[in-house]
């Protein structure tokens, strides 16, 4: 016998389904399972992100040391992230170089290690930097320009010493001053002395040239001083390897066409060829060092050990010369094929000693930090990817 129900209420249901039917007519999933589904999809849309290395956060009393580490290590996870594993690598070495001690320096090691490199050992400063080589290089060369000062003026004992005390004391009270507080660039240090010898040498190359007659020592050292100034101002649009690479390029840049001129012309090496191949040589090497160096990405030390190893190898060369008795042409060029040597199986064997570090300059086109805008770095800016090549126009802090 069929037992008929009761007829239901339209927007009813019966009684006992009224726990579940109710809910799903509603809004077709009961709000449990929403909830659960919504927690779900959050969670998963948040590993992705949590994944994602992130930098520490600017502070409000970051020294100059500081900002160049954050900077530094900014790039380095913008470098991770689009897959340029070697410019990361690099760009965090550059903000363990700039705060070794620093609150960026854990991360930026955890970084390298991520990328397999090389991660360095976290070390306490030693005061051993860039400062302390600029304050040294800068005492020398007071002394040196005092010394040309005392010789130029023709002075007495009294009036010499007058001048190597004020050289030396003022060039190194000053240069300690003039950097406290400031971040000093790698390269500086270097290219005060590429600027110093630089302008020497074309003083007395251009003296030579000229004829001048009589006490040349101030020419030499205004030349000189015009020189070490030239090169600090350059010094921060520079890297450490650009500067050893322009050491290196200016002096042998110099002195191989100058003996090979001296080859050429028959031994007469008091003519004027030999003096302008000199000249040329060292000209052209200051503009070709940071070019050679922007490919080759040689470090620093590497640089100054293979200039080393030409100035051996010149040696090892006129000792050769000296045992077997040969003289004038034969001597000149045992002295410049031993420094090609030299310069050749140096640069082989210190192929471990680092790459140089990041280029100074924003990865991009424009760089605006604290309201100043400045010119970034433009190889930085060009990014290769899958889908091609793109060009970063502006960065910094907004």
């Not at 992100?49 to 992130?54: C, D, E, G, W």
């Not at 302008?276 to 040589?281: D, E």
């Not at 310069?343 to 210190?350: E, I, K, R």
């Not at 605006?368 to 930085?380: C, F, T």
């Given at each position: ?37 919504w ?8 590993g ?7 930098p ?10 500081d ?35 620093g ?68 060039s ?15 390269s ?56 050893a ?40 090497g ?41 003289s ?39 760089h ?13 800016a060009v ?16």
């Open positions: 016998m069929l037992q008929r129900r009761p007829p239901v209420k339209p927007g009813f249901a019966p009684a006992h389904s009224a726990g579940l039917a109710g809910p799903v007519a509603a809004g077709g999933v009961p709000p449990v399972l929403r909830l659960v589904k927690l779900l999809v959050t969670l998963l849309a948040a992705p992100v949590a994944a994602q290395p992130v520490p956060l600017a502070a409000a009393n970051e020294d100059p040391g900002v160049v580490a954050r900077v530094r290590f900014e790039r380095a996870v913008r470098a991770e992230l689009e897959g340029r594993s070697e410019e990361a690598i690099r760009e965090a070495q550059a903000c363990i170089e700039a705060k070794p001690d609150r960026f320096a854990t991360a930026a090691r955890e970084l390298i290690g991520r990328l397999h490199g090389d991660v360095p050992e976290p070390v306490r400063s030693t005061g051993v930097g860039p400062r302390t080589e600029l304050v040294i290089a800068a005492t020398l060369s007071g002394l040196y320009l005092s010394t040309l000062m005392a010789a130029a003026t023709t002075s007495g004992e009294k009036g010499y010493v007058g001048w190597l005390m004020a050289g030396t004391g003022g190194l009270a000053g240069s300690i001053l003039a950097t406290s507080g400031a971040r000093v660039p790698q500086m240090p270097q290219m005060l002395e590429n600027g110093l010898g630089y302008g020497t040498a074309v003083t007395l190359l251009g003296s030579a040239l000229g004829d001048a007659q009589g006490n040349i020592a101030g020419i030499v050292a205004a030349g000189a001083g015009a020189g070490a100034v030239a090169g600090l101002v350059a010094s921060p649009h520079l890297t450490g390897g650009d500067s690479a322009m050491t290196a390029t200016l002096v042998y840049g110099g002195l191989l066409p100058a003996a090979i001129a001296y080859l050429a012309g028959g031994g007469e090496g008091k003519g004027h060829p030999v003096q302008w191949a000199a000249l040329a040589g060292s000209t052209a200051i503009v070709l060092g940071p070019v050679l160096n922007s490919r080759l990405h040689w470090s620093r030390g590497r640089w100054n050990l293979t200039s080393l190893g030409g100035a051996v190898g010149a040696l090892f060369g006129g000792g050769t010369a000296v045992l077997a008795g040969v004038d042409r034969g001597a000149v060029a045992l002295v410049t094929g031993g420094a090609l040597a030299g310069l050749a199986l140096t640069a082989a064997l210190t192929g471990d000693f680092g790459s140089d570090e990041p280029r100074p300059g924003a990865a991009s086109l424009l605006l930090e604290n309201g100043k805008l400045s010119a970034g770095d433009v190889a930085s990014i290769a990817s899958e889908k091609g090549a793109f060009l970063r126009v502006l960065d910094g802090r907004f």
